[in-house]
């Protein structure tokens, strides 16, 4: 019998203007690139796994 839930990855999608596209997990940080630079956030204080 299936419960019919399936888990999600915990995941952040980063679209950028040129096109391009990155994938971080929990364990990444994302990065303020040149929008703003200096600026970092871990994911794990964001996201739930």
């Known amino acids: ?3 019919g ?3 999600r990855k915990a995941e952040a999608r ?3 203007q040129d096109g391009s596209l990155s994938v ?3 364990d990444d940080s994302l990065d ?3 929008v703003l630079p200096g ?3 871990p994911l794990k204080d ?3 796994s």
Do not use: A, N
């Open 32 to 34: 303020g690139e040149d």
């Open 14 to 16: 980063v679209y950028r």
């Open 5 to 7: 839930f399936r888990s």
């Open 1 to 3: 019998m299936s419960s």
């Open 24 to 26: 971080l997990g929990s």
């Open 39 to 41: 600026f970092t956030c």
């Open 46 to 48: 964001v996201l739930h």
